[in-house]
């Protein structure tokens, strides 16, 4: 089962700052939080990640609370190509294998 | 920027048929995945591939399923006997060390009639 939570849909502004929140409270210490992104059925873009430390790219940015357990992805300016589905996913490592589970996600559509 | 290609990206094919899905990897990585989605549902975790020899696999890749990598840039997922429930999006993912990112290929759609 996906280690993580995430809203089901979120609509934001052209423009405006689109904040994707994500739950992930049973994280262990060494598991990194991933962020990718589903445009249509395409495969999976992957966008930032993470451990403890915030992040940034110029993609997005990644803000991990202290005690790891909720992280926001940050999207600063949001435009309409950045409709997609975003997954919030916690690295499993097992067998040295470093698979992704994913969850449902969170649908952005982002409005004219 | 190098990327994860594969082919078909549309395949159809009749109940009980063998089908053969193709990736490339990027070059230089040596860690290769596989992983479906159902129209509608999340992504999920097939099996992952090191050494020439699969390293994790759940608990839909059964029997029927197998994969290999034939030569030094392509990686196959094989689906010996179809069946309507293996119908969806068949991803391919790649990287280069055990703690690097995956980079995921644009999918194969699948259809089983």
């Known amino acids: 089962d996906a280690k993580t939570t995430q809203p089901t849909s979120m609509d934001c502004a052209e423009g405006r700052a689109a904040n994707l929140p994500c739950n992930h409270s049973t994280i262990s210490g060494n598991e990194y939080v991933y962020w990718y992104r589903q445009i249509h059925s395409q495969g999976p873009q992957y966008i930032i990640h993470?451990?403890?430390n915030n992040e940034t790219n110029e993609m997005a940015s990644l803000i991990i609370t202290e005690d790891r357990k909720s992280s926001t992805l940050i999207l600063p300016h949001a435009t309409l190509r950045d409709t997609a589905v975003y997954y919030c996913i916690v690295r499993v490592d097992t067998s040295g294998t470093y698979k992704y589970i994913f969850g449902t996600g969170t649908r952005l559509k982002v409005l004219a | 920027e190098p990327e994860v290609t594969q082919t078909p990206s549309h395949q159809v094919t009749q109940m009980g048929q063998e089908v053969i899905l193709r990736c490339v990897p990027i070059?230089?990585?040596?860690?290769f995945y596989w992983y479906r989605q159902i129209l509608g549902q999340k992504v999920e975790f097939l099996v992952s591939?090191?050494?020439?020899?699969?390293?994790?696999k759940s608990e839909i890749f059964d029997d029927q399923f197998s994969v290999e990598r034939p030569d030094g840039s392509n990686f196959t997922l094989k689906i010996r006997s179809t069946k309507l429930e293996d119908s969806a999006m068949y991803f391919c993912a790649s990287k280069g060390q055990p703690q690097e990112t995956q980079y995921f290929g644009p999918g194969t759609r699948l259809l089983v009639l």
């Open positions: 070059s230089n990585h040596l860690y």
């Open positions: 591939f090191y050494n020439n020899e699969i390293s994790e």
């Open positions: 993470g451990l403890k």
